[in-house]
């Protein structure tokens, strides 16, 4: 029994609408990308300013508690905020929490450039403290945008639209290495300076100071453009159905939208919401979907691991690629072009071909086929670097193919299918609460990442870098393993996969362990 406006929304022809959902919830994650990362760029500069010994042979470098603490922060908030604002989507809707994470994203982000203070501790503690709030708004975008989208979305296209949202996370970290690479660049036309083997003081240029805090207060900009529009989409008309129980609302909302007349069925709505009345600690929630939860929130957990410590770690990697000098042979401010540009050229040429590969071929091969080539040939690349590390620093151009592969695989694979299917998998009641939980464990991941592996390739020791980069090829191996423990959603809607709509037919694990549907149904899986 289907009420007339979920079939419009999952029968709808693509349309305008369509894509300006994907960019309005699409700049969400550019924002969170470029905010993330860009940190990457600047922080060995932060270690020139703020840690110079002039005694030193080295350059300035952030203690690594201190590294941690600046990269990582953001993360311990962005996993916090997940679980919050994933919450909050649930239970007040999504369009009514939607537009709070951009203004703090925004605020964030404009005071973690303004972080003040006169000492070294000050100003890194500041910075980390407007950092996690950074991170608490970013978290939020995860589980609405994704929520949003698929709530919006087609059957036939709907992994493909939030793919497309999720793949401009990879424009923003792009970004992330074009803007710190043009006001660098701009920034060593105007204030040139001997390397630090020439000069230990002259090397470093006070105007460096004014260079990172422009890199990441600029992180606002997109946030701000996108509030406007954030706040004129309507509540998704599955939540205004099912959970407000308000057919005719939702349908004059979805009929607006798509430019069609939908007639609103209220007396329908008692067979979905009854179908739909179990919470997420409930047995029917665990017979239903326990496992599929459990499998998205491991393989988001292990596949952060990885792709984390390759993105937050890449600048310490870069001098075995012969992509930047070492930092004696090079002034504060050369330091930052060499690595936003090595950063924008890795993103460019390996990230983001990889996000649309998934979005172009996401409905033709499926999310769990994607998803289990891409933490194959993830482990299979990452392990060749570690074993053959020593060798291949001697060959630069061998080193940064096999490096890039591995983020191509990331992204077309399950860095996006990570994001899209417990977008799909939970009914709607606890679809936001239960992608915030699969975000949140893959912020935990990425907590790994930044304070576990980052460790072993701060000083560039090319033996811990192995015992990394062999780490991390374990991780994306049971990262493999763990993929059984969802299925295949495509083609279908949403209130089918989640068995909202009282049918008997619901998704499998694709392993044969114990039916997840209700005690008595015949399951049965559709390719």
């Not at 999720?166 to 690479?181: K, N, P, R």
């Not at 998205?296 to 990697?317: E, G, H, M, P, R």
């Not at 939980?437 to 192995?466: E, R």
């Amino acid at each position: 029994m289907a009420i007339a406006v979920l079939d419009a929304l999952d029968n709808a022809r693509t349309q305008w609408y369509h894509i300006t959902a994907i960019v309005i919830a699409g700049m969400g994650f550019f924002t969170d990308a470029y905010d993330l990362f860009c940190i990457s760029t600047v922080s060995k500069l932060l270690g020139r300013l703020y840690y110079f010994d002039p005694d030193s042979s080295k350059p300035g470098k952030l203690p690594n508690a201190v590294n941690n603490a600046v990269v990582g922060v953001a993360l311990v908030g962005t996993l916090m905020g997940q679980l919050f604002f994933g919450w909050l989507g649930d239970k007040l809707g999504r369009k009514k929490v939607y537009g709070v994470t951009l203004i703090l994203m925004a605020f964030c982000a404009i005071c973690s450039g303004l972080s003040f203070g006169s000492t070294s501790k000050s100003v890194i503690g500041t910075l980390c403290f407007f950092r996690f709030w950074l991170g608490f708004g970013i978290g939020g975008d995860y589980p609405l945008s994704a929520t949003i989208m698929s709530e919006y979305a087609n059957k036939k296209t709907r992994g493909a639209f939030i793919a497309a949202v999720f793949a401009m996370q990879g424009v923003g970290l792009i970004f992330a290495g074009l803007v710190s690479m043009i006001l660098s660049k701009i920034f060593v036309s105007l204030h040139d300076a001997p390397s630090y083997k020439s000069n230990h003081v002259f090397s470093t240029q006070p105007q460096g100071d004014f260079l990172w805090r422009i890199v990441l207060m600029l992180g606002a900009l997109p946030a701000i453009l996108t509030y406007y529009w954030r706040m004129k989409m309507p509540e998704t008309g599955r939540y205004t159905a099912l959970i407000e129980g308000n057919a005719k609302q939702a349908a004059a909302d979805m009929g607006k939208v798509l430019e069609i007349t939908i007639q609103a069925e209220q007396d329908k709505l008692s067979h979905f919401k009854s179908a739909n009345e179990y919470g997420l600690l409930s047995k029917e929630f665990f017979h239903r979907h326990g496992l599929h939860l459990i499998g998205t929130t491991t393989t988001w957990f292990l596949l952060d691991i990885a792709f984390y410590s390759n993105n937050l770690t890449q600048k310490d990697i870069f001098p075995a690629m012969n992509l930047t000098r070492k930092p004696e042979e090079v002034s504060a401010l050369e330091e930052v072009y060499e690595t936003s540009k090595a950063m924008f050229l890795v993103a460019l040429l390996g990230t983001f071909p990889g996000y649309w590969f998934t979005v172009f071929l996401i409905e033709k091969l499926g999310r769990f086929k994607i998803q289990l080539i891409g933490f194959f040939m993830m482990s299979i690349f990452m392990a060749v670097l570690g074993i053959r590390y020593n060798y291949l620093k001697n060959h630069p151009a061998e080193f940064a193919l096999l490096y890039g592969l591995t983020f191509f695989f990331a992204n077309f694979g399950p860095n996006s299918t990570t994001f899209v299917l417990p977008a799909e998998l939970f009914p709607t009641r606890v679809r936001s609460t239960c992608h915030a939980l699969s975000a949140a464990s893959g912020k935990a991941g990425a907590i790994v990442g930044a304070f576990g592996v980052q460790n072993y390739t701060l000083d560039g020791n090319p033996s811990k870098i192995q015992k990394a980069m062999i780490f991390l090829s374990f991780t994306n191996m049971l990262g493999f393993v763990f993929t059984f423990l969802v299925t295949e959603t495509k083609g279908r809607s949403l209130e089918e996969i989640s068995g909202e709509d009282g049918g008997a037919s619901e998704p499998e694990t694709q392993m044969p362990v114990r039916s997840m549907g209700k005690p008595g149904a015949q399951m049965e899986e559709e390719n």
